[in-house]
């Protein structure tokens, strides 16, 4: 039995509506998906499911403006990341979200001592910065998927990556000489 690329069951989609194929999309991308959103929501698992659930909504309605010029989880994604921007819009119609303002890390993350505090560490990340490691590192995506789904230029993927790398290098440091 072959398994069917995601190309083709977007074909089939558009094509004849095969509720089916859809399916099997968001069988697919679900889990990467959501765990992607719980990263931007700082763990809020209800919102990122909640998210992950009007990502896929607003991806069936425009299936048909799927061009395939990249991957369908890029398209996915870049819808995934718009959700979550104007639910923040939403949520805090007065604060700026500034993507490219860097909160302070070091005094937030100095009690962060395992591999397993990676997740809070990421999370005190810049917004975009966040998303950019979470696409890179978790989705395995190339610098130029990460700029389409994000929609900016390739050149502040690198700057993103090159940023937090710094951020977190320094926070590490800083860590290692008070401990």
């Known amino acids: 039995m072959a398994i069917d690329s995601d190309a083709a069951l977007v074909a089939r989609i558009v094509a004849t509506d095969d509720r089916s194929a859809f399916e099997l999309l968001v069988r697919r991308h679900q889990s990467p998906l959501?765990?992607?959103l719980r990263r931007l929501t700082k763990n809020d698992a209800a919102l990122a499911d909640d998210?992950?659930?009007e990502t896929f909504l607003k991806a069936y309605r425009s299936m048909a403006s799927f061009a395939g010029t990249a991957k369908f989880s890029t398209w996915l994604y870049r819808i995934a990341y718009n959700t979550f921007l104007n639910d923040q819009r939403t949520r805090f119609p007065h604060a700026e979200l500034d993507e490219s303002q860097h909160p302070s890390v070091t005094n937030e993350i100095e009690s962060a001592?395992?591999?397993s505090d990676l997740e809070r560490l990421l999370g005190l990340l810049p917004l975009r910065q966040r998303a950019v490691f979470d696409l890179h590192y978790k989705k395995g995506m190339t610098h130029q998927e990460i700029a389409q789904t994000l929609d900016v230029?390739?050149?502040t993927v690198k700057s993103d990556l090159a940023r937090g790398h710094e951020s977190l290098r320094k926070h590490v440091t800083t860590q290692k000489r008070f401990a």
Request: charged share 15%; proline share 8%.
């Open 153 to 155: 230029p390739l050149g």
């Open 51 to 53: 998210l992950a659930q």
């Open 113 to 115: 001592s395992t591999e």
């Open 34 to 36: 959501r765990n992607f």
